[in-house]
C-alpha cells in the first residue's frame, strides 16, 4: 500500500503525517508513507487544499486532518481489497 501525504510542510501537513505513521504502526499494516511537497505533483491530484491524503492513489481527504477513525477506515478497505 502506497500512502502519500501531500502539502508543503506546514504543521497542519506535518500532523497528518505522524497520525497517518501512528495508524500504520498500530496496525501493523505494510504500507509505504511518503510526504509530497513538490507543488507540481500535488496539483496532479486536483488538490487546491493541502494537506491531502492519497491512499494508493485515490484522494481521500483535502484541505483538513481527517481524524484517526477514518484514516483507520480508509487504510481498512484498501487491505480488505487485496
Known amino acids: 500500500m502506497n500512502i ?6 506546514c504543521a497542519n501537513c506535518k500532523k497528518l503525517e505522524a497520525l497517518v505513521e501512528e495508524v500504520v504502526s ?6 509505504e508513507v511518503q510526504h ?5 505533483d500535488i ?3 486536483g488538490i ?9 492513489g485515490e484522494v481521500k ?4 486532518i481527517p481524524s484517526k ?3 483507520t477506515s480508509w487504510i481498512v478497505t484498501v487491505l480488505s481489497r487485496g
Do not use: F, N, Q
Not at 481527504?61 to 483538513?64: I, L, T, V, W
Open 36 to 40: 509530497v511537497s513538490d507543488y507540481k
Open 43 to 45: 496539483v496532479r491530484y
Open 4 to 9: 502519500k501525504v501531500l502539502g508543503s510542510g
Open 48 to 56: 487546491m487544499a493541502t494537506p491531502g491524503l492519497v491512499i494508493d
Open 69 to 71: 477513525a477514518e484514516i
Open 26 to 31: 498500530e496496525m501493523d499494516a505494510a504500507a
Open 61 to 64: 481527504s483535502a484541505g483538513r
